[in-house]
């Protein structure tokens, strides 16, 4: 089992950056492929970047494609989301989510995750 905390969010000037991070609870996290989400009201919740359980490989939605670099450091249980030259449709809140792999996988769809966080706002204003 393991818990997650977004941090990092906030109000951002188009153009600008800002660095998401997820804390874990649980001595295994080095166990579970990784990724973060977002979701704004009245859609779905969208796959933005996943990371794999060594943090050897990484995928992203096209949409954030070459603007955002997900990471992780195992010793410290988190991952992160850098995200740069923001628009303002990266407005969202953005979840970050985990899953128990054996494998050195990549988990890239909703229903593959079973541990989410809370959430944490980004707003980026034009």
């Known amino acids: 089992q393991v818990q997650l905390v977004e941090s990092g969010g906030g109000l951002v000037q188009a153009g600008g950056s800002s660095r998401l991070s997820c804390a874990a609870s649980g001595r295994t996290f080095s166990s579970y492929a990784m990724g973060w989400f977002r979701q704004v009201p009245g859609k779905e919740r969208e796959f933005v970047a996943a990371i794999s359980r060594s943090g050897g490989s990484t995928y992203y939605a096209d949409s954030v494609k070459g603007r955002f670099t997900i990471s992780r450091d195992n010793a410290k249980n988190s991952v992160y989301l850098q995200m740069n030259s923001l628009k303002p449709e990266d407005t969202a809140v953005y979840y970050c989510?985990?899953?128990?792999?054996?494998?050195?996988?990549?988990?890239?769809?909703?229903?593959?995750?079973?541990?989410w966080g809370q959430g944490t706002q980004v707003t980026v204003s034009s």
């Open positions: 989510a985990a899953d128990f792999r054996v494998r050195d996988v990549l988990l890239h769809q909703r229903y593959e995750y079973g541990y």
